[in-house]
């Protein structure tokens, strides 16, 4: 039976190969589009306009809240009737961002709760501008209290990648459903695709305890249950 | 002319004064200490002069020049003002040099290596060149105390404020902060220091300021204010430290 599998999957093997690149390439982008979406959404969360703080605080808790696959569907099924009709892969990186934004932003923010006030505060006493303060000692401090959150986040997307297939995009796992509809062997071809992911898993944690190793604060240790790391 | 002149300066908060019409002059090359018990008001002084915290009323003239009115350019002030925090406030992520230097890049303009070689002379100076990869987790609360005054010298400023600059130190590193203030004084830095340790002012200066009720109560010797003083907060506050020294 397996060897029945294998040969199945040999013959799907450029499709599967196919689905598996669209895959990484859509967790690549996301992880992109959306830290860089969660930076400016963490930054202007903390600027000094009450209206701008409180319409970002809506936006994650909106995107927070709304459950990913439901934000896909009303943007996929929902927008075409309004003359705006996306392909799936628009749908997936437009969706993935707002949702991987609001949750980058969530981490920024709550390893800025971490940060020693007074280091900000010793900042503007020696003359830098707000947004060098921001710049040269609230981020790099926070983006190294969030290194496992984020990295965390990176593999959580591409698990969730897979929920794009319900929007008719062609990613690894809507490959493996074929092949599993083609022979049937749906406990195989499932078991394949958890393998992959998981392999493809290790490979990220791998490198974002390199990232965390290299980045650290030496002598600064800053729980990571406390900075929304045990995400995933 | 004092270099820093404050005249009745007021700063409310929630329309409760904290200071309440305080008089302090700043001579070049003076330290000046102002002493008081906790929460009256010291704290806030300093971060009135370089307006970290706006001042209500009154006036506060910085090299003959008002700093509280609203065209002044506030970064360009307080780059000419250091500032010394209780809990020394180094950049957790920079090493020594980094936290040196930083504002020598930043603010000054100056290239890395010319920045690095400044930073270099006054950690130097403050005898921790030794230490210039550390970072500050690493550090004993003296030698950060060290290197936030390299930091504040190396932007060569005019005066350099002391916030409390002993209370998160013990006794014997508090006596070194006072030798190395000394020091300082000797090569002609101005300084103006607030504190509640009586010891550690009466290392650094023969006069004192008294401040409390949101008002200098009394400018004076130390050696006149340890007497039996008629006002009793000053009787209260001296004698006190006298028996807990």
Redesign the interface.
């Known amino acids: 039976m397996w060897a029945e599998f294998f040969r199945d999957l040999v013959d799907q093997g450029p499709l599967i190969m196919r689905g598996l690149g669209d895959s990484l390439l859509l967790t690549a982008i996301v992880s992109l589009t959306g830290f860089f979406l969660g930076l400016v959404v963490f930054y202007f969360r903390h600027c000094q306009f009450a209206i701008i703080r409180l319409i970002l605080r809506g936006y994650i808790s909106f995107f927070i809240g709304m459950p990913l696959i439901v934000l896909l569907f009303l943007m996929y099924y929902g927008l075409p009737p309004w003359g705006v009709s996306l392909s799936p892969f628009s749908v997936a990186v437009i969706g993935f961002t707002f949702n991987v934004a609001a949750y980058n932003a969530a981490y920024l923010t709550t390893a800025y709760h971490a940060l020693d006030s007074a280091e900000l505060e010793a900042a503007r006493a020696a003359g830098f501008r707000p947004f060098q303060v921001f710049r040269l000692i609230t981020l790099p401090q926070v983006l190294r209290f969030s290194v496992p959150a984020l990295t965390n986040q990176v593999i959580r997307n591409l698990k969730d990648s897979s929920v794009a297939f319900l929007i008719q995009f062609n990613d690894f796992f809507s490959r493996v459903q074929e092949l599993a509809a083609t022979n049937f062997m749906f406990f195989r071809a499932y078991l394949f695709a958890a393998v992959v992911y998981l392999l493809l898993v290790m490979v990220l944690v791998l490198i974002a305890r390199q990232i965390e190793r290299r980045v650290m604060i030496p002598g600064v240790y800053i729980a990571p249950e406390s900075l929304g790391s045990s995400a995933v | 002319m004092a270099l820093i002149e404050i005249r009745r300066l007021r700063k409310l908060f929630d329309g409760h004064p904290v200071l309440n019409g305080v008089d302090i002059d700043v001579a070049e090359g003076d330290v000046k200490v102002v002493m008081g018990p906790s929460g009256c008001g010291k704290s806030t002084l300093l971060r009135c002069i ?1 307006r ?1 915290v706006e001042p209500s009323s009154g006036s506060i003239h910085f090299r003959g020049a008002e700093v509280t009115g609203p065209d002044v350019n506030v ?5 000419q ?1 250091g ?1 010394l ?9 920079l090493s020594v040099l980094d936290n040196t230097a ?2 020598l890049r ?2 000054k303009g100056m290239k890395k290596k010319e920045a690095a070689e400044r930073a270099l002379h006054e950690l130097n100076r403050l005898d921790m060149a030794g230490h210039r990869h550390k ?4 550090l004993s609360g003296g030698q950060k105390q060290r290197v936030a005054l390299a ?1 504040a010298l190396a ?1 060569d400023p005019a005066v350099i404020l002391l916030d409390e600059p002993t209370s998160a130190l013990d006794p014997v590193m508090a006596r070194e902060v006072a030798q190395l203030i000394n020091r300082l004084h000797g090569e002609g830095v101005t300084m103006l220091c607030v504190t509640h340790d009586l010891e550690f002012a009466s290392a650094i200066a023969e006069r004192v300021a008294f401040l409390d009720e949101g008002i200098v109560q009394v400018e004076d010797r130390l050696s006149v204010l340890y007497e039996d003083h008629a006002h009793p907060s000053i009787r209260n506050f001296f004698m006190k430290q006298e028996r807990s020294s």
């Open positions: 370089n970290l970064r360009s002030l307080r780059q003002i500032f925090f209780q809990q020394f406030a180094l950049y957790r992520h930083l504002g930043k603010l970072f500050p987790a690493h930091r932007m």
